[in-house]
């Protein structure tokens, strides 16, 4: 876990101790709930720190740590884009399974294909405009610019539930 958090971190410190993630039977759980393959980074991250990176990141931009909203709402935000991206006729995406990890100026989703044979892209969803984005940058990238640019001075160790009601 260390070496794969350490990948991340840029060298920028964290609580070792708050960082938690899913089990693989609870990734499986999570997989059903949200209709959604998770492979390759997407489940590294999910099994190490899912849940909490031990301040690494707060719950802006990265969804997934938002301590606030219960399963029910991460389902309902899920669902949310899934209707915005049916609304603008984006039925090419949503065949491989999107699954938003990131809402950047609470209008820009960023999300993944899960069940593209190119998971690892990051893509992204305005809302305003309709239109997606593919962004050229896989997600484990994508944490590494969010983690270089996070400046909670408090070192907060933001946490968040995708699966346990």
């Known amino acids: 876990m260390n070496t794969f958090i350490d990948d991340l971190s840029s060298g920028k410190p964290y609580d070792q101790g708050k960082i938690t993630g899913y089990s ?3 990734i499986s759980k999570i997989e ?3 209709d959604i393959k998770v492979n390759g980074f ?3 991250f999910l099994k190490f720190s899912g ?3 031990g301040g690494l990141l707060g719950d802006d931009p990265i969804i997934l ?3 606030s909203w219960t399963v029910r709402a991460q389902l309902l935000f899920q669902i949310g884009l899934f209707d915005e991206m049916q609304e603008n006729s984006h ?3 949503l065949k491989y399974k999107p699954f938003c990890f990131s809402l ?3 209008i820009q989703y960023y999300f993944i294909m899960t069940s593209h044979r190119d998971s690892e892209s990051v893509f992204s969803f305005n809302e305003n405009t309709g239109d997606i984005t593919n962004r050229f940058i896989i997600m484990k990238d994508y944490i590494k610019k969010i983690i270089q640019n996070h400046t909670d001075v408090n070192n907060h ?3 968040g539930e995708l699966i346990k009601i």
Do not use: H, I, K
Request: glycine content about 4%; hydrophobic content about 15%.
């Open 24 to 26: 693989d039977d609870e």
């Open 32 to 34: 059903r709930l949200y």
């Open 42 to 44: 997407f489940r590294s």
């Open 51 to 53: 849940r909490c990176c």
């Open 65 to 67: 740590y938002r301590n």
């Open 91 to 93: 039925y090419e995406y």
């Open 104 to 106: 950047e100026g609470e």
């Open 157 to 159: 160790a933001a946490s």
